[in-house]
């Protein structure tokens, strides 16, 4: 089974409008960590926001928030006010356990903000 | 903080070469990843270092891959014989020690097999 889901091969947002995608992931360790991760056409991998299994609140940092559902096992990210250098591809991905060693990877989701 | 640093850029050799990529991680993390990543793909993960020790391997590296990290600081990943198949991104990572601590990436080393 994979680790991390995400169904949506391509997403289209507006900008200034805001867009949320998917992320379910696969785990019966407790603990865990998931992360967001930003890959624009340039090729470099950028971290965008961190929430942890245990986390009581769903996390935010600036315009991305992430809606955490642990009984759905769902990690969705919000962008909110979408601009146009939001344009890129976006992964999530889970470290298993509190002293996990590997990163798991879902297949990403490519975002294009239209103008 | 410079960044996550890899070398070269890109590499393009005949199959059945062997190619040697180097990462330069943040100086002061201690944890080190090799990734593999294809066209449409999320990264693979390969190996993983703690400090110097090489701490666990996936079962997608062959024994035509091996990794090092000497003295804790900068790695290489070799890769043997190469195939058609190992062209792909190879991206390198470092963070530290902590359950919230994210990876920080480098820009990755492109590798193209004739």
């Known amino acids: 089974a994979q680790k991390i889901t995400q169904t949506q091969p391509g997403m289209f947002v507006q900008e200034k409008e805001a867009v949320t995608l998917d992320c379910t992931y696969d785990t019966s360790d407790p603990s865990y960590g998931l992360f967001w991760y930003k890959q624009p056409s340039s090729g470099e991998m950028i971290f965008l926001i961190y929430?942890?299994?245990?986390?009581?609140q769903n996390a935010t940092e600036g315009r991305y928030s992430l809606n955490f559902q642990k009984a759905r096992k769902s990690a969705n990210l919000v962008i909110s006010a979408s601009q146009l250098g939001d344009s890129a591809m976006y992964f999530c991905a889970m470290r298993e356990g509190f002293y996990g060693n590997q990163f798991y990877f879902g297949t990403g989701t490519s975002l294009t903000v239209i103008p | 903080d410079t960044g996550v640093s890899q070398n070269p850029r890109h590499k393009i050799t005949k199959r059945g070469q062997n190619v040697t990529f180097r990462c330069d991680p943040i100086s002061e993390h201690n944890r080190l990843y090799w990734y593999r990543q294809t066209l449409g793909q999320g990264p693979e993960f390969l190996t993983y270092?703690?400090?110097?020790?090489?701490?666990?391997k996936s079962r997608l590296l062959s024994d035509r891959f091996s990794a090092e990290r000497p003295k804790g600081s900068f790695s290489t990943l070799e890769i043997q014989r190469t195939e058609q198949g190992d062209s792909a991104m190879y991206l390198c990572?470092?963070?530290?020690?902590?359950?919230?601590?994210?990876?920080?990436f480098g820009d990755g080393t492109r590798l193209s097999i004739l």
């Open positions: 929430q942890g299994s245990y986390d009581q």
């Open positions: 990572a470092s963070s530290v020690t902590g359950s919230n601590q994210p990876q920080h």
């Open positions: 270092f703690q400090n110097e020790a090489q701490l666990e």
